[in-house]
């Protein structure tokens, strides 16, 4: 399958944003962008902490909804898909963020871009953990 323009382009523009956002929140405000960090610590957080958390959140939810305002290729739910496969993923994904010390966008975009070791390892484990886990859920499980 050829990757077309159509997908070429958002894709791009949505990495160079992601990129910039993580940038700037860095520079700006010397915080990473890993968004479970910044969720968690929102329940936590001072006044005067919480404000810059809330704003990103939102960006993250308001950059998501321009998209599929946007584009008519917007990726659509897909309804048959098991809710006790959903909530067994959260929590899953949950406690491997924790485990992990940050998330995908914590260690994939800010730590590999910080050049760090921890990062680069655990980016490498989260990617081995979701092949492992396509190939059991569509495979061994047969849920399409």
């Known amino acids: 399958m050829a990757i077309g323009i159509n997908t070429f382009l958002p894709a791009l523009l949505g990495g160079a944003l992601i990129g910039l956002a ?19 610590s929102l329940f936590f957080a001072k006044a005067s902490d919480a404000l810059w958390r809330i704003l990103f959140l939102i960006g993250v939810i308001v950059g998501a909804a321009l998209y599929y305002v946007m584009f ?11 809710v006790w496969l959903l909530v067994v993923s959260g929590f899953l994904v949950g406690y491997g963020t924790s485990l992990g010390n940050g998330c995908t966008s914590g260690h994939g975009v800010c730590g590999l871009g910080r050049l760090s070791l921890r990062s680069l390892v655990a980016t490498v484990v989260f990617l081995l953990a979701a092949i492992i886990t396509t190939f059991v859920v569509r495979h061994l499980l047969g849920v399409m």
């Open 72 to 82: 008519d290729n917007a990726p659509v739910a897909r309804e048959t898909f098991p």
């Open 22 to 40: 993580a940038t700037l929140l860095l520079w700006l405000n010397g915080r990473l962008a890993g968004i479970s960090g910044i969720l968690w």
